[in-house]
């Protein structure tokens, strides 16, 4: 049986995913994560790789000794904080495809990766990288209100804050420094774009495109701009070819993601941010009929993997954890939900056998106690590393 590895700090939804599509495609999987993590609860997670620490060198330690006790046929990476400690390792199987070192200190930073994606010709918003407080007031006088602080780094929104008045500038660009400055990271303002949001994924060799799958945002978390809640997958040319050179300017290898907005003022796709991971909606991309993960099988094992870029349209996909937090926040969205849940025309990424991480997630957020499985296995290494 072919063995494959999931790499998610949180060890979320992204994993389970990730678990159960492998899982499907008759994978024995293991998932590393912290401890405590939902995924670890799924009926599809062969081993969990659990750590009760998050210390960039520590897990690069860890990581060297799994690899090096483990051969896996193919390695899955569904976080950027483990990205970011990929370059501590002095080499990375060939079963985990990803850009080269200077690719990825690049894509590690939002600002930088959309410099380089607008050097290419691909449209972005209008952004501004202040050295501090005081330049960042001045750039806001050229701004038009409302607009986006924006953090170096971060996924899903965490680290983007809406400025809706002046007044409001100053602390909101504060608490953004704040999280940035572990990694010296520094908030960017950016021009909200006005207009339909689109994702993209893909499975891309030295920034060709292999795989894609695009899909139209219909609701998002947060509401004003986030994660995909439910959406429909759609062909603009226009948006296939931007994302081709967003993923050209890294020569990029491996699975990943860009986000766009299609501006209502001249039409154009506008080029937002590139997540170089597995991102939360992939899912969509199987109910249209993309293969990603047999096409990616393919690439690990070193043999030719044609292009094929073509994907069911008119596919609607909502995403359950996403509906639960939009519910919690909007209950208006509940009779939406329901009847989007008993539509069998709206596929899901719901799993009626594996209820296993949800469980845990509701226990989690209830008990306000981490959830944890009774078959969770700690792998020696950890063990050792806790001494």
């Not at 993590?37 to 060198?57: D, H, T, V």
């Not at 976080?79 to 070192?101: G, H, K």
């Not at 990271?185 to 030295?206: D, E, M, N, T």
């Not at 073509?310 to 209950?331: C, K, T, W």
């Amino acid at each position: 049986m072919e063995r494959a590895l999931v790499l998610d700090k949180r060890a979320g939804t992204l994993a389970i995913q990730a678990c159960r599509a492998l899982a499907r495609r008759g994978y024995r999987v293991d998932i590393f994560g912290m401890d405590g993590s939902i995924a670890f609860n799924s009926k599809y997670c062969s081993r969990s790789l659990a750590l009760p620490f998050w210390e960039p060198q520590r897990v690069a330690d860890c990581l060297k000794q799994i690899f090096a006790a483990t051969r896996y046929d193919a390695i899955y990476l569904c976080n950027e904080e483990i990205l970011a400690i990929i370059p501590l390792l002095e080499s990375v199987p060939a079963a985990l495809p990803i850009p080269e070192a200077p690719a990825i200190r690049t894509l590690l930073s939002k600002h930088e990766t959309l410099d380089r994606v607008r050097q290419h010709g691909v449209p972005a918003p209008f952004t501004v990288v202040p050295k501090d407080e005081k330049e960042a007031q001045e750039a806001a006088r050229e701004m038009k209100l409302p607009f986006l602080i924006k953090g170096e780094r971060g996924d899903n929104g965490k680290n983007l804050r809406m400025v809706r008045n002046l007044r409001s500038l100053a602390p909101l660009y504060r608490e953004i420094a704040r999280i940035e400055e572990p990694y010296g990271g520094r908030p960017a303002l950016q021009q909200i774009v006005k207009g339909q949001a689109y994702s993209v994924g893909g499975l891309f060799h030295q920034g060709r495109p292999l795989r894609l799958c695009a899909h139209r945002k219909l609701l998002t978390y947060p509401r004003d701009g986030g994660v995909t809640v439910k959406g429909v997958t759609e062909r603009p040319d226009q948006l296939l070819e931007e994302t081709g050179k967003a993923f050209a300017a890294f020569q990029y290898t491996g699975l990943g993601h860009a986000e766009f907005i299609r501006d209502q003022n001249d039409g154009d796709f506008k080029f937002i941010e590139i997540n170089p991971r597995v991102w939360g909606s992939i899912g969509i991309a199987e109910h249209a009929g993309v293969d990603l993960y047999g096409a990616y099988h393919e690439l690990v094992a070193g043999r030719p993997v044609a292009q094929n870029l073509d994907y069911r349209e008119g596919i609607v996909y909502h995403r359950f954890s996403a509906e639960m937090q939009l519910i919690a926040e909007s209950p208006a969205r509940l009779p939406g939900f329901l009847k989007d849940a008993i539509n069998p025309r709206v596929t899901s990424d719901f799993c009626w056998s594996d209820l296993g991480p949800y469980v845990a997630a509701i226990r989690s957020r209830y008990s306000h106690r981490k959830p944890g499985a009774s078959s969770l296995q700690v792998i020696e290494l950890d063990r050792a590393a806790r001494q």
